[in-house]
């Protein structure tokens, strides 16, 4: 926003991302399999982060996960298709990963930490985003420090405590800020601003 109100020199906003909650998830929160998922997948070009990502969890010789179609000749990397059906796709979410990964390079809002909140699946990423840092502030690393992330992985994989207490204050972080209410209200705010 600072941005186009500097070049238009009048007042700029950045419009509020809203995500629909879909029912309760099933969810086997601590006790699901050991899988990462990441926020996508774009290889060796890709400016999201994903082989950051991919680089990043390799290590822990567990599943990791990416949204396409496409067969890619890596160790652990699965794809997992997009299915249509918007609430049987998170409930599938929901019982496989265990750890979503959100690594852009860019600032950028992002609706994977979003749908990890939805789903209760815990995020770790850099603190680049407003939605990462708003759903999962405790699991936000500073960029680029992957000694901090590897931390905060080893934690949330060897600790059910955490694991737990990280996942429902996300869900209740995801609908207190990115909720229909959250949303009508923030565009209201605009709107009278204008």
Request: net charge negative; glycine share 8%.
């Amino acid at each position: 926003a600072d941005y186009f109100e500097e070049l238009y020199n009048k007042p700029a906003f950045i419009h509020p991302q809203l995500i629909i909650p879909i029912e309760e998830v099933s969810n086997l929160g601590f006790d699901k399999p050991n899988n990462f998922c990441l926020s996508s997948f774009g290889g060796i070009q890709d400016k999201g982060g994903s082989m950051d990502g991919y680089l990043l969890v390799k290590d822990f010789n567990f599943p990791i996960h990416y949204f396409g179609e496409a067969e890619l000749n890596l160790p652990l990397l699965e794809p997992i298709p997009y299915d249509p059906d918007y609430g049987g796709f998170n409930q599938k979410l929901s019982k496989l990963i265990k750890i979503g990964v959100n690594l852009p390079h860019l600032p950028i809002g992002g609706s994977f930490p979003l749908q990890c909140a939805m789903n209760k699946i815990p995020c770790v990423g850099w603190n680049n985003g407003d939605p990462q840092q708003d759903c999962f502030p405790d699991l936000t690393a500073s960029y680029p420090s992957f000694n901090e992330l590897r931390i905060i992985i080893k934690k949330l994989l060897n600790e059910r405590n955490f694991y737990t207490e990280i996942t429902e204050k996300g869900y209740e972080n995801f609908i207190n800020k990115y909720s229909f209410e959250s949303y009508i209200n923030k565009v209201t705010n605009i709107l009278e601003l204008i």
